[in-house]
C-alpha cells in the first residue's frame, strides 16, 4: 500500500484517516478495562495499515527507567520490539523522559553522537524512519508509542503529528483507567479482608476501628482528623454531593478518593477535574464534551468528563475557580442528570455523584457576585472541613514516619533515627502549606541524608511565628519560589519544581505568571 500523507494526500485519504481516529477515540468511551488492551493492539494495527508504516508499539515507562514494551501491532516479516529497553538508545530515552517528541525520516542523517541509536535501529532489523511521542499523568512521563518504517523513508508532518498525538491521547486515558481500576481492585480486596476480621468484634469496636484505619491513604490519630474520617463514612454510602474545605495541601483529593472508594460506585475509576488549571476556553469542552466542528479545531467529536465519570464519581478540584458562565451547566447536571456537548443540541443523561473541593471561601463569592448562589448551595450538601497541619500537630509524627518510610523504599536508603530536636521543630512549625510541605521538607531531608540519622532542616520558627499574617497567594508564590530556589529554577523532569510540588508543569507555569513570579539572572549567571 503506497504511504499516506494528509497533507500531500488527496481529501480521500484526509477524511478516511479522520474517520479512523474518530472511530478509534469513540471505542475507547466506557470501554471496559478487560477490553482496553485488545483495543489498543487493534488500533495500531488500523493505523499501520493506513499510514503504510511497518510496526507501532505502546512503551510503559517504570519510575526506574525501564521501558516495557506493552502493546505493538507489525506487518509480517516485520521483527517485533524489545521487551525492555535501558541503555540502549541513551539519548533517545533522555528524550523521552523529558517529554520531547522525536522523527526522523532517515537514520542514516542521524548525527555520530547517535551512533548507539544507528546501531540499534540496524539490530532491529534495518529501521529507516522513526517517531516516538511520549505521555506525561501529573507532569511525570509514564510512557510513549512509537511508528517506525523499515522499506524507505517516512515524512513525518506536523500535521500527522498532531493527529497521532490525539490517538496516544486517547490510548494514554484508557490505559490510565484501567491502572487506577486495578489500584481499586487491590484497596477492596484488602478492606474485604479487614470487613471479614471485624465481623467477628462487637459492634463498637468495629465502628472504631473503620473510623481510624480504614482509610490506609490517611493518617493520623488525632481527634480533628477522626471527625474528618466519621464524616467520610457517614456519607460515603449515600450518592449525595460533597463539599470539601481546607487550605491548600491539606488532602482535600485524599478525603474525595476516600469517599469514592467506601461508596457503591468503587468498582469504576474516579474521574478528576482540576478547574483551576484548565484555560477557561476549554473547560467546558473537557467536562461536557465536544461535537465534530463545535469551534476552529474541533476536527473529531471527543466525550466530556462527565460522559467517562458515567456510573462513577467526579471530583471537581478548585471548584472555586470555575468560570461564571459554566456554572449554570453544572448546576443543572446536578439537578437533572443531563448536559448537552458543545455544538450540540441533544441531552446527554449521566449518573454521575459530584464531589467538590475548593480552598476558597465560596460564602464570599456568593456575595461578591463571583459564584451563583443556587449551585453553592447544591454543592454544600454535606461540607467536610479538612483541618491544617497546624491544627492536628499530634499527627505530624505518624506522617513523617510513614513518608520516611515510602522515601527509604524509592531512595534505597535506611533510616533508624530523627533526631528529637527535629521532631519538635516539625511539631512547632506552622506549616503554611501543610502536608504538602511537610512532604517537600522531608523529601529534601531523604535526598541530603548520608547516614542512618534524618536530620530535618525545618524553616525558623522564630521568623515564622513573628512574621505578619499573609495571603493565601503570598504563601504560595514564597513556596514556589523557595522550591524553584532548591532545583535551579528548573521546572520540568525528575526532581524539577512541579514534581516537588505535585503539580504539572502547565500548571506551575500557569501560577508562576498568575503570581509574577520571574527568575532573576545575576551576573555571576551570565558569565
Not at 333 to 359: C, K, M, W, Y
Not at 440 to 453: C, K, P, Q, W, Y
Amino acid at each position: 500500500m503506497p504511504e499516506m500523507n494528509i497533507i500531500e494526500g488527496d481529501q480521500i485519504d484526509r477524511l478516511k484517516f479522520e474517520a479512523i481516529l474518530s472511530d478509534l477515540s469513540a471505542a475507547f468511551i466506557n470501554v471496559h478495562v478487560s477490553e482496553v488492551d485488545g483495543k489498543i493492539v487493534q488500533g495500531l494495527q488500523r493505523i499501520v495499515e493506513f499510514l503504510g508504516v511497518d510496526r507501532s508499539t505502546v512503551w510503559k515507562v517504570t519510575p526506574d527507567g525501564k521501558m516495557h514494551c506493552t502493546h505493538s501491532f507489525a506487518r509480517p516479516g516485520i521483527k517485533p520490539p524489545p521487551d525492555v529497553i535501558l541503555n540502549l538508545v541513551p539519548i533517545w530515552e533522555a528524550m523521552v523522559l523529558d517529554g520531547e517528541i522525536f522523527e526522523i525520516s532517515d537514520v542514516d542523517e542521524l548525527p555520530e553522537s547517535q551512533i548507539r541509536e544507528k546501531e540499534y535501529c540496524k539490530a532491529q532489523g534495518g529501521i529507516r524512519s522513526i517517531m516516538f511521542l511520549p505521555a506525561s499523568v501529573g507532569g511525570v512521563v509514564v510512557g510513549f508509542i512509537t511508528f517506525v518504517s523499515y522499506s524507505a523513508k517516512k515524512a513525518w508532518p506536523t500535521e500527522l503529528i498532531n493527529r497521532l498525538r490525539l490517538l496516544w491521547d486517547v490510548f494514554t486515558n484508557a490505559l490510565e483507567r484501567k491502572r487506577a481500576d486495578q489500584k481499586i481492585q487491590r484497596a477492596l480486596e484488602e478492606i474485604q479482608v479487614l470487613k471479614d476480621r471485624l465481623e467477628a468484634e462487637n459492634l463498637y469496636l468495629r465502628d472504631q476501628i473503620d473510623i481510624e484505619y480504614k482509610h490506609h491513604e490517611i493518617i493520623g490519630k488525632s481527634d480533628v482528623i477522626k471527625r474528618v474520617l466519621l464524616r467520610v463514612e457517614q456519607v460515603a454510602a449515600t450518592d449525595s454531593t460533597v463539599l470539601i474545605l481546607g487550605e491548600t495541601g491539606t488532602g482535600k483529593e485524599l478525603i474525595a478518593r476516600a469517599i469514592h472508594n467506601s461508596g457503591s460506585r468503587r468498582n469504576r475509576a474516579m474521574i478528576k477535574v482540576n478547574c483551576a488549571a484548565l484555560p477557561a476556553a476549554l473547560i467546558e469542552a473537557e467536562l461536557f464534551g465536544r461535537e465534530k466542528g463545535a469551534y476552529t479545531g474541533a476536527v473529531t467529536r471527543q466525550a466530556g468528563r462527565f460522559e467517562a465519570a458515567n456510573g462513577s464519581t467526579i471530583f471537581l478540584d478548585e471548584i472555586g475557580d470555575l468560570p461564571l458562565e459554566l456554572q449554570a451547566k453544572l448546576l443543572r447536571v446536578i439537578q437533572e442528570g443531563q448536559f448537552e456537548r458543545l455544538g450540540s443540541p441533544h441531552p446527554i443523561d449521566v449518573d454521575v455523584r459530584v464531589i467538590a473541593a475548593t480552598n476558597r471561601n465560596l460564602a464570599l463569592a456568593v456575595k461578591e457576585g463571583r459564584f451563583r448562589e443556587d449551585l453553592y448551595y447544591r454543592l454544600n450538601v454535606f461540607p467536610i472541613s479538612v483541618p491544617p497541619l497546624r491544627e492536628r500537630r499530634e499527627d505530624i509524627p505518624l506522617l513523617v514516619s510513614a513518608m520516611v518510610e515510602e522515601f527509604s523504599k524509592n531512595f534505597d536508603k535506611k533510616i533508624e533515627r530523627i533526631p528529637k530536636k527535629s521532631m519538635d521543630a516539625m511539631e512547632l512549625y506552622q506549616w503554611p502549606g501543610n502536608i504538602r510541605e511537610l512532604r517537600n521538607v522531608v523529601e529534601r531531608a531523604m535526598i541530603l541524608s548520608n547516614g542512618t540519622t534524618l536530620v530535618v532542616d525545618v524553616p525558623d520558627i522564630s521568623a515564622a511565628i513573628s512574621a505578619p499574617a499573609l495571603s493565601i497567594a503570598e504563601i504560595d508564590r514564597r513556596h514556589i519560589v523557595s522550591v524553584l530556589e532548591k532545583t535551579g529554577w528548573r521546572v520540568r523532569g525528575k526532581n524539577g519544581a512541579a514534581e516537588v510540588l505535585g503539580l504539572k508543569p502547565t500548571t506551575l507555569d500557569s501560577r508562576m505568571k498568575k503570581l509574577g513570579i520571574k527568575r532573576n539572572i545575576t551576573v555571576s549567571e551570565i558569565s
